[in-house]
Nanobody, 116 residues
Framework: QVQLVESGGGVVQPGGSLRLSCAASGSIFGINAMGWYRQAPGKERDLVAAITSGGRPTYADSVKGRCTISRDNAKNTVYLQINSLKPENTAVYYC??????????WGQGTQITVSS
């Protein structure tokens, strides 16, 4: 089992920035991709960004140019820097890791609210 602990959410004004962190612990061998998803009220959970164990990132089209995902393999931690936040980015952001290409684990979620 892999446990994920997220931090960094909060309330931010439009145009602001936040940095999310997610630390993995437990049986962490074989972790491949690490990433972030978000779920707005009444909507499905969608990919924001993901990064492979080799450091190759993937971004949703809606966040390209405004997000940077990174990971520290030594700390088993993934980060998401989000800039130029918009009210429509308000959602619960979930950390995700994939182990052995098969097992998916989710964090408890961290709320980001973009409001003036």
């Amino acid at each position: 089992q892999v446990q994920l602990v997220e931090s960094g959410g909060g309330v931010v004004q439009p145009g602001g920035s936040l940095r999310l962190s997610c630390a993995a612990s437990g049986s962490i061998f074989g972790i491949n991709a690490m990433g972030w998803y978000r779920q707005a009220p009444g909507k499905e959970r969608d990919l924001v960004a993901a990064i492979t164990s080799g450091g190759r990132p993937t971004y949703a089209d809606s966040v390209k140019g405004r997000c940077t995902i990174s990971r520290d393999n030594a700390k088993n931690t993934v980060y998401l820097q989000i800039n130029s936040l918009k009210p429509e980015n308000t959602a619960v952001y979930y950390c995700n890791v994939v182990q052995y290409g098969t097992f998916w684990y989710w964090g408890q979620g961290t709320q980001i609210t973009v409001s003036s």
